[in-house]
């Protein structure tokens, strides 16, 4: 009689669930309708939309072998084209609404609805003010005068750029922002294979539709192979936070400042919870994940691409119905992704769009451009709060390494093929040939 109950009481939930999914599917679809969007299926809307039927877009898509990875983007930019300037993808768990137009980008991003800025961002503001960047100038010069003379070595060569960049750039981000003089092989070693570990989990989640639903994901493999790279990911931040804090602690002038006098945002974080303020270790662990991860992996990729764009998606909700000012109605609780890439490429707004042209950013050309159809580091109250570091890592790296070396092309540019991920990634190698000046 009791497992009689339960069991019903489970399918009732589950029926009840699925109503509730499916009446917000259809009022969301019919607030969104007017908006274009990729075909759909009966029931399920998008929800395969990556996975069903490759042939139907192979029109589109010229070359044959395309993995998973590349077809996702292809399609991607093939939607961006056809349906500008806004498109949606409706699945019973989750309505999208893709923005690809500057004005309708500048409504989402500027909007202050229900955003409080964090007090984690308060504190950490003074870490990135202009004088301590200063500072900061001084490690990125190290770093790269170590690279150079590891690069000294391979004269005359052809080499991959991407490993050793991503090494100076993850060396910076430990030393600047968290104070740590030296991270030793190895520890780097795991650490970047579990974040393109966590990037492989990330496309197989897309390739298997139904594991974005967490009741299912959570039972699955993949989520135990998850939760195994997660704990590494945890215990390098934990093991840069527990270092730190006992350098801290044996250092004369307890304080924020390290004995080097540079003022690095994890000793803010530390201080401010030593001081009483409203942060944990817990949410000082999650700052440090971000800001290893976003402090080196974007920048490696950016100098690596700029030696030879980055897509970025802004996920947002609508926190309340609005309309864009294209005059598409979005319902509440829409996620809004923001198409960066697709913007950064559009020919009408960028005139011979794949030249790399200096020029476009001189300001009578920057002034006639809308200003969000620039947006590397977001825009509005959320913007990038590392984007001065990032600017002054990606110069210093730059001039340091071209005042030394002449760099030649091996492959085009135009033929640099992207791969996504956490952050967009090269498909292959970018290699260059090094040559020391004379
Ligand atoms: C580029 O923007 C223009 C309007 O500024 C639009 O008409 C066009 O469809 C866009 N192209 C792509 C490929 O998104
Ligand atoms: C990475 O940088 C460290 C410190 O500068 C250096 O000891 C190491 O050899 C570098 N590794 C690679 C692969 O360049
Ligand atoms: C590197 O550092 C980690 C963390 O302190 C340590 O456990 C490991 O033994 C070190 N490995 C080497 C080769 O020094």
């Not at 759909?40 to 877009?57: M, Q, W």
């Not at 005068?145 to 005359?156: A, I, P, Q, R």
């Not at 750029?161 to 922002?177: D, G, W």
């Given at each position: 009689m009791?497992?009689y109950?339960l069991?019903?009481?489970?399918?009732?939930i589950?029926?009840?669930?699925?109503?509730?999914?499916?009446?917000?599917f259809?009022?969301?679809?019919?607030?969104?309708?007017?908006?274009?969007?990729p075909?759909?299926?009966?029931?399920?809307?998008?929800?395969?939309?990556?996975?069903?039927?490759?042939?139907?877009?192979?029109l589109?898509?010229s070359?044959?072998?395309l993995t998973?990875?590349?077809?996702?983007?292809?399609?991607?930019?093939l939607?961006?084209?056809?349906?500008?300037?806004?498109?949606?993808?409706?699945t019973?768990?989750?309505?999208?609404?893709?923005?690809?137009?500057?004005?309708?980008?500048?409504?989402?991003?500027s909007?202050?609805?229900?955003?409080?800025?964090?007090?984690?961002?308060?504190?950490?503001?003074p870490?990135?003010?202009?004088?301590?960047?200063?500072?900061?100038?001084?490690?990125?010069?190290?770093e790269?005068?170590?690279?150079?003379?590891?690069l000294?070595?391979k004269n005359?060569k052809?080499?991959?750029?991407?490993p050793?960049?991503?090494?100076?750039t993850?060396?910076?981000?430990?030393?600047?922002a968290?104070?740590l003089?030296n991270?030793?092989?190895?520890t780097?070693?795991?650490?970047?294979d579990?974040?393109?570990k966590i990037?492989?989990?990330f496309?197989?989640?897309?390739?298997?539709?139904?594991?974005?639903?967490?009741?299912?994901?959570?039972?699955s493999?993949?989520?135990?192979?998850?939760?195994a790279i997660?704990?590494?990911?945890h215990?390098?931040s934990?093991?840069?936070?527990?270092?730190r804090?006992k350098?801290?602690?044996s250092e004369?002038?307890?304080g924020?400042?390290?004995?080097?006098k540079?003022?690095a945002?994890?000793d803010l974080l530390l201080s401010a919870?030593n001081?009483?303020?409203d942060?944990?270790?817990?949410?000082?662990?999650?700052?440090?994940?971000?800001?290893?991860?976003e402090?080196?992996?974007t920048?490696?990729?950016t100098?690596?691409?700029?030696l030879?764009?980055?897509?970025?998606?802004?996920?947002k909700?609508?926190?309340?119905?609005?309309t864009?000012?294209?005059?598409?109605d979005i319902?509440e609780?829409t996620v809004?992704?923001?198409?960066?890439?697709?913007?950064?490429?559009?020919?009408t707004?960028?005139?011979?769009h794949?030249k790399?042209?200096?020029?476009?950013?001189?300001p009578?050309n920057?002034?006639a451009?809308h200003p969000?159809?620039y947006?590397?580091f977001n825009?509005?109250?959320?913007?990038c709060?590392?984007q001065k570091?990032a600017l002054?890592?990606?110069?210093?790296?730059?001039c340091g390494?071209?005042?030394?070396?002449?760099?030649e092309k091996?492959?085009?540019?135009?033929?640099v093929?992207?791969r996504?991920?956490?952050v967009?990634r090269?498909?292959k190698d970018?290699k260059?040939k090094?040559?020391?000046?004379?």
């Amino acid at each position: 009689m009791l497992t009689y109950l339960l069991i019903t009481s489970i399918v009732v939930i589950v029926v009840l669930r699925f109503v509730r999914f499916y009446i917000k599917f259809y009022k969301n679809k019919q607030v969104l309708q007017r908006a274009p969007a990729p075909p759909e299926r009966f029931f399920l809307g998008h929800f395969n939309v990556f996975t069903n039927n490759p042939d139907r877009y192979k029109l589109f898509i010229s070359s044959i072998s395309l993995t998973f990875a590349d077809h996702i983007f292809a399609r991607i930019r093939l939607f961006s084209k056809k349906y500008y300037p806004i498109y949606r993808f409706s699945t019973p768990y989750i309505t999208i609404a893709n923005c690809l137009e500057p004005n309708d980008i500048e409504l989402v991003l500027s909007s202050t609805k229900h955003l409080s800025k964090s007090k984690i961002y308060t504190i950490l503001t003074p870490a990135f003010h202009f004088t301590i960047l200063q500072q900061l100038l001084n490690i990125f010069n190290e770093e790269t005068s170590k690279l150079v003379d590891k690069l000294l070595e391979k004269n005359g060569k052809i080499i991959d750029v991407v490993p050793p960049i991503t090494n100076i750039t993850l060396q910076s981000i430990a030393e600047t922002a968290m104070g740590l003089d030296n991270i030793n092989e190895s520890t780097q070693r795991n650490y970047k294979d579990a974040i393109y570990k966590i990037g492989a989990i990330f496309l197989k989640c897309l390739s298997k539709p139904w594991y974005r639903m967490d009741a299912v994901y959570s039972w699955s493999k993949l989520a135990k192979e998850e939760s195994a790279i997660v704990k590494v990911l945890h215990d390098f931040s934990n093991y840069i936070i527990k270092e730190r804090e006992k350098e801290m602690s044996s250092e004369s002038h307890v304080g924020t400042y390290s004995k080097k006098k540079r003022l690095a945002m994890l000793d803010l974080l530390l201080s401010a919870k030593n001081d009483g303020a409203d942060i944990d270790y817990e949410g000082i662990r999650e700052e440090v994940d971000t800001f290893m991860f976003e402090g080196h992996d974007t920048t490696s990729m950016t100098i690596s691409f700029l030696l030879q764009d980055i897509q970025a998606k802004v996920s947002k909700y609508a926190s309340e119905d609005f309309t864009t000012k294209t005059g598409y109605d979005i319902p509440e609780g829409t996620v809004l992704h923001i198409h960066i890439f697709g913007v950064h490429r559009n020919k009408t707004l960028y005139p011979d769009h794949l030249k790399f042209d200096p020029d476009r950013f001189l300001p009578e050309n920057v002034n006639a451009r809308h200003p969000f159809a620039y947006i590397p580091f977001n825009a509005g109250p959320r913007h990038c709060i590392g984007q001065k570091f990032a600017l002054l890592e990606l110069k210093a790296a730059l001039c340091g390494i071209l005042r030394k070396f002449k760099l030649e092309k091996v492959d085009d540019m135009f033929e640099v093929e992207f791969r996504p991920d956490l952050v967009l990634r090269p498909k292959k190698d970018i290699k260059v040939k090094i040559l020391t000046r004379l």
